[in-house]
């Protein structure tokens, strides 16, 4: 079975400063993991994923996660907080292959972005 | 591209009359979920599809819930009758060969007075 876990579910940060929002999954098979943002009233948008290959993977926004099995984490971070980087934001897993390739999701993280 | 397209983007009823939410995925697409997005349970995987069958209903909430997919090109989650406890908003995503992520339309706002 897997899970997702989302430690925090807001996050306040100033504008400029690090986003760190954290994600820990459990799976019994390699999982492929994924970040979303949802901005208010809009669907659900990709911003990263890991598959295979490099740990570290860059997504839009200036986002970037780095998938670290030891620790089975996958933490989504931004250098530099935007004001428009307030959404909220989740964490999901799947397995690689046929019925393990639905999405498991976290609970969600919102952000907060203070001028 | 269009995107997943979903219609109605808000739908305000009463209870106990019957609600049609419908989705378009992106052409191509073998796969299409239904989720529902509410406050106290976060987002819930409710059906998903492949090549027009669906696979896995096991979110379905009850009876009253049920999800088809005639063709590619269509999708509609119907409840019937409609309850407060309903209300939520309602999305649909598709996903296509040699992608592993989920495309999301922009939902169905179902608001069941």
Redesign the interface.
């Not at chain 1, 809009?42 to 990709?46: A, E, I, M, P, T």
């Not at chain 2, 592993?100 to 939902?107: A, D, R, S």
């Given at each position: 079975a897997q899970s997702v876990t989302q430690l925090g579910s807001h996050v306040s940060v100033s504008e400029g400063a690090l986003v760190l929002l954290r994600c820990n999954y459990s799976s019994s098979v390699p999982p492929?993991l994924?970040w979303?943002v949802q901005y208010p009233n809009?669907?659900?948008?990709?911003l990263l994923?890991y598959?295979t290959g490099a740990t570290l993977v860059k997504g839009i926004n200036g986002f970037e996660a780095e998938f670290k099995k030891s620790e089975t984490s996958f933490h989504l971070t931004k250098p530099s907080a935007h004001m428009s980087d307030a959404a909220e934001y989740?964490c999901a897993v799947?397995g690689s292959a046929g019925?393990n390739?639905?999405?498991i999701?976290g609970?969600?993280t919102s952000l907060a972005v203070n001028p | 591209d269009a995107g997943?397209i979903q219609s109605p983007r808000h739908e305000v009823t009463e209870m106990g009359q019957e609600v049609t939410l419908r989705c378009k995925p992106i052409s191509g697409h073998d796969y299409l979920?239904w989720y529902r997005q509410t406050m106290m349970r976060?987002?819930e995987?409710l059906i998903?599809f492949n090549n027009n069958v669906p696979?896995?209903d096991s979110g379905m909430p009850e009876d009253r819930f049920s999800a088809k997919m005639p063709n590619a090109s269509f999708s509609t989650l119907k409840i019937q009758p409609s309850e407060p406890r309903d209300s939520a908003v309602y999305?649909c995503?598709s996903r296509g060969l040699g992608y592993?992520?989920?495309?999301?339309?922009?939902?169905t706002r179902l608001t069941v007075l």
């Open positions: 492929y994924f979303y809009q669907g659900l948008q990709l994923k598959t989740f799947s019925n390739r639905k999405l999701w609970l969600g | 997943v979920f976060g987002l995987l998903y696979i896995d999305f995503a592993n992520e989920q495309f999301f339309g922009p939902g």
